[in-house]
């Protein structure tokens, strides 16, 4: 993993990953519904997410810019809508896979990760537990902290400063478990398809007003 913030940045904004691979209290066990709060020191970034196991949708709003991506990993896409936009994007799921701009590759590699569970905390009423995150590249620590529900719902997530990462605070707000309405992950119509592209997909890339 080259950074905590790539992790950390993943789980919190990304549609892509429905899970965290070696991070197993990552992966939630019911379908929910909620708004993540994103606080960095580039401002503050609001998004609706609509989470199951195979269809991922997210509504961001980021200084104005709203987007809406939907992850199908039934069908190996995502669809990428922008009310600016004429016509959706579409992007294979396996290209964005191969992405190294992305981090997936090493993200969740064992060998570079660790967490350890620190004890239990209550957050807005809600039990959860908490956990830090530690990964280590070329000699470099990353931290990033996890609060997360009995069904492995990230509710809170602080990825803490280092040299090359900046303060990332995440609180997730309206928490509602059970299923999901299936129209939310239907096509947006008429997408084109495009090649994968350096950065977060459907995001703005890292180093433009957002880390």
């Not at 993943?10 to 708004?35: D, N």
């Not at 190294?100 to 009423?125: K, Q, W």
């Not at 809600?126 to 996890?146: L, N």
């Not at 994968?196 to 180093?207: D, F, K, L, Q």
């Amino acid at each position: 993993m080259k950074h905590a913030t790539t992790l950390a940045l993943l789980v919190a904004l990304s549609p892509v990953t429905a899970g965290a691979g070696e991070l197993p209290f990552l992966t939630p066990t019911v379908e929910y519904s909620g708004t993540r709060v994103m606080d960095t020191a580039q401002g503050r970034m609001e998004q609706k997410l609509y989470w199951t196991p195979e269809k991922v949708r997210t509504e961001t709003d980021f200084q104005g810019m709203k987007v809406t991506n939907i992850v199908r990993q039934d069908l190996g896409v995502m669809w990428i809508a922008n009310p600016a936009m004429p016509t959706c994007l579409e992007q294979s799921l396996d290209e964005i896979d191969d992405d190294p701009g992305m981090g997936h590759s090493d993200a969740v590699n064992a060998e570079n990760v660790e967490y350890t569970e620190l004890g239990e905390e209550t957050i807005d009423g809600i039990q959860t537990t908490h956990y830090e995150v530690i990964s280590r590249d070329a000699g470099e620590v990353h931290r990033a902290q996890f609060w997360v529900t009995a069904d492995n719902i990230p509710l809170k997530m602080v990825v803490e400063p280092s040299a090359n990462d900046v303060a990332v605070t995440m609180t997730l707000e309206g928490l509602q478990r059970g299923p999901i309405d299936p129209d939310l992950f239907n096509s947006p119509g008429q997408c084109m398809r495009m090649p994968a592209m350096p950065g977060m997909p459907g995001m703005p890339p890292t180093g433009s007003g957002q880390p």
